[in-house]
């Protein structure tokens, strides 16, 4: 087999290994909206009487007591996730051997943040302990600012990050989400010892904490589309690799 049938059959078999890794998460995100169909929705006052461990879907006004101010918009929230995400540009070589610059990024500073907060409807409170949630929060900063990776800082949890990065860095994004208060709020968690709402104790029950300032009807939405996006994006890497796998084999057979 010659170089480029190899290249041509390497390249085909990792775009189908990302198509599967898609394939998995579009398989999570479908059975997250399965678990929410699943559990029916219980008055905030009748989940301190349920036992502890079951699963508990809650949905009404995020109330906080001592709110946490978000670090770059200064807003007042029961959550925040906080990101600075640097852009750059690396140059290599595709699968034809000519050179090729694509833009990259990665997160240089992040910080994540909860208050106890509590979910209110006409029936009462029930508290929620936010940690180890899938958090869906409301977007409140996603500003690009160019540089060129010299001379800068940033603080973030109190550490103090260096924005270098050198000549390829293109900029610098800054993200924030949040979970404003006295607002609506969903929450799909398990009751726990102290009769909060919280994560499953039980292995394999990832993705069935969730936390969203949208309604369910909202979020259900939103997950179906992604579950969508997620699959047209695999069809299309998959076929894109069977391509690739397509002339390697041509190339290994004409070799």
Known sequence: MTFMAVIFSVVGIGVWVAAGVLLYHRRKTLRKVEVMHSVETSAAAAVPGTSPGTLV??????????????????????????????????????????????????????????????????????????????????????????????????????????????????????VESVLPIDSPAYVLGAVQADRQVGPPGEEGEQGRFLISYRSEEQLEKKLKRDALWQGLIAVGLFLFGLIFLAVGVGTALLG
């Open 57 to 174: 879907e809650v949905k009404g006004i995020l109330r906080c007591e001592s709110p946490l101010k978000s670090e770059m918009a200064g807003q007042t929230c029961a959550y925040y996730r906080s990101q600075v995400i640097r852009e750059y540009e690396e140059t290599e070589r595709d699968a034809d051997g000519d050179l090729e610059t694509r833009r990259r990024s990665e997160v240089v500073a992040s910080n994540e943040r909860f208050a106890p907060f509590a979910v209110e409807d006409a029936s009462g409170l029930v508290g929620v302990r936010g940690e180890g949630a899938e958090v869906d929060a409301l977007e409140v900063v996603n500003r690009f600012e160019r540089g060129t990776g010299g001379a800068g800082s940033i603080t973030l949890g109190g550490l103090t990050v260096n924005l270098g990065g050198g000549e390829r860095t293109v900029g610098y994004r800054y």
